[in-house]
């Protein structure tokens, strides 16, 4: 691979993690080809991208945003899964990835500027996805005014209810 071709590749990836939410290294260390595709297809479809490069070009790629503070970590073979959406969703493919292929190994990840170790990655894939907790939000802010409304109409019931009663008492004793 010649300069012209490594500056190519640098700037394309270092453009994407710029732009990624999340970004998180892993070691595919005893993959086979089918195995790798099957990774890449199920982080196509939740709106990912998996990347092999070498080391000394994630490196160069990671100078100048957020992903320089996991560079340590780009020993062996290193690959990366970055979204520019939903940050939990390549967490939850990798996370059930990693149950399945024991050779598979989550190195660490950075997201939003934060370094998230491991542990952080299988924790976060264990929340709901951004659509779920949105409906959860939205549900609970739906709730709000309808149990005002229901207290507030509770109110005139309840005085119709002690005037009915003191009518009724009084018709009783008349």
Do not use: C, W
């Not at 732009?19 to 595709?37: E, H, P, R």
């Not at 229901?150 to 002690?162: E, T």
């Amino acid at each position: 691979m010649d300069i012209n071709e490594k500056k190519r590749i640098t700037d394309d990836l270092q453009g994407r993690l710029k732009k990624s939410t999340i970004v998180i290294l892993t070691d595919y260390k005893g993959l086979d080809v089918s195995a790798m595709n099957i990774l890449r297809r199920k982080l196509r479809e939740a709106n990912a991208e998996y990347q092999v490069a070498k080391n000394s070009l994630l490196v160069r790629a990671s100078e100048g945003n957020d992903v320089t503070l996991i560079k340590d970590h780009f020993k062996g073979p290193s690959a990366i899964a970055l979204t520019y959406g939903d940050p939990v969703a390549p967490a939850k493919v990798l996370t059930d990835f990693l149950k399945e292929n024991k050779n598979f190994e989550i190195k660490m990840g950075v997201l939003n500027g934060k370094v998230v170790d491991p542990e952080g990655i299988k924790a976060l894939s264990s929340l709901p996805s951004r659509e779920v907790l949105l409906a959860q939000v939205l549900a609970t802010m739906n709730a709000v005014p309808t149990s005002l409304v229901r207290a507030l109409s509770d109110v005139p019931k309840r005085i119709l209810n002690v005037l009915q009663a003191i009518k009724d008492q009084k018709e009783a004793q008349a």
